[in-house]
């Protein structure tokens, strides 16, 4: 009976706890350096979030490892509801499903709470390279074999090129980078050729005429670089594998955190300023239950890891 009594008085005191979530800062983890669209997406959310929960989200980058770092801090950190996760493909499918043991469990060792959205990839050439569309950066490929360079900055961008490479029969040579914040310098000054990426910061340049966006992966054109055509108007096959970004925490999150936080986070994505800033990255915001975010995240990891062996890629 005395332990009966303990028990309840020690989960009375949890819930109490629990109901005044939060009373600190919130660090936010995220997987790649400043100035790349998980960063900036982060910005993006992280604050209005803040706001909806009473306490400062505090954006903490930690890259490199093809997202691994940042998954394993997040990981072997406390659930408490303090540290969460802006968790992406690249942690989260392609990390776990190229590898021949597999870091760690992306559906069981994390706990989801939101899908936060879908990131849009275009193919991008520099304007020194003599293509205006990707129909002619293939056929320069194919004429220049080995010749050509490319930037990478996350999963998507390793496998989507990989995987357009092995289509359409060409070689060139992989130039790997931490994220799409130093792929963009590089790319920018022309020490890369071609990248298929997310716009961030490559947008502004296309204006301007310093590089060109041949096409975009997205199913549709888009209206922050309307005169990209699909893959599809190009002639050419879609990628498989989708890009994407939720919000997680570490297992065994108590559920009243959970719930607390998705609750704010779709009120965060349905307002029209964060969407605005969204749309501005080519990114398409969208909330999810925990539970929707579970199921995509299992499925993901099988796509990725179909794409990552038709591709021949491994991280071993």
């Known amino acids: 009976m005395t332990r009966f009594i303990a028990a309840v008085l020690a989960a009375s005191i ?10 600190k800062p919130i660090r936010l983890i995220v997987p790649f350096p400043p100035g790349g669209a998980a960063e900036l997406g982060a910005r993006i959310f992280a604050q209005p979030l803040g706001l909806q929960l009473g306490q400062p989200i505090l954006i903490e980058t930690r890259p490199g490892a093809e997202g691994i770092i940042a998954s394993e801090a997040v990981k072997k950190s406390d659930a408490d509801g303090y540290t969460l996760y ?3 493909a ?10 021949k043991v597999a870091p760690y469990d992306p559906v ?3 706990t989801p709470i939101s899908m936060v959205g879908i990131f849009g990839f275009f193919v ?4 020194s390279l003599p293509v205006n569309n990707i129909n002619e950066l293939i056929a320069y490929a194919r004429a220049n074999p080995g010749k050509l360079n490319y930037g990478t900055g996350n999963a998507t961008s390793i496998l989507a090129t990989a995987q357009f490479a092995t289509q359409q029969k060409f070689e060139a040579v992989h130039i790997p980078y931490k994220g799409d914040g130093p792929l963009t310098i590089d790319f920018i000054a ?4 071609f990248t298929i990426a997310t716009p961030g910061n490559i947008a502004p340049q296309v204006k301007e005429g310093k590089v060109r966006a041949l096409a975009t992966l997205l199913p549709s054109r888009n209206a922050l670089l309307p005169d990209a055509p699909t893959l599809q108007e190009a002639g050419l096959p879609d990628v498989p594998i989708t890009p994407w970004g939720g919000l997680f925490g570490p297992a065994r999150l108590p559920r009243e955190v959970v719930d607390r936080v998705n609750k704010e986070m779709v009120v965060v994505l349905a307002r029209p300023e964060v969407k605005e800033a969204f749309g501005r990255l080519s990114f398409e915001p969208r909330s999810s239950t925990p539970q929707e975010l579970s199921a995509f995240v299992a499925a993901q990891l099988k796509a990725y890891g179909a794409a990552a062996r038709a591709s021949n890629i491994s991280l071993d």
């Open 86 to 88: 802006y968790g992406t």
């Open 124 to 127: 991008f050439s520099h304007a």
């Open 190 to 193: 022309g020490r890369v050729n």
């Open 14 to 23: 949890c819930g109490a706890a629990f109901a005044q979530y939060p009373n």
């Open 108 to 110: 069981n060792d994390f």
């Open 90 to 99: 690249t942690g989260m499918s392609f990390a776990p499903s190229a590898k």
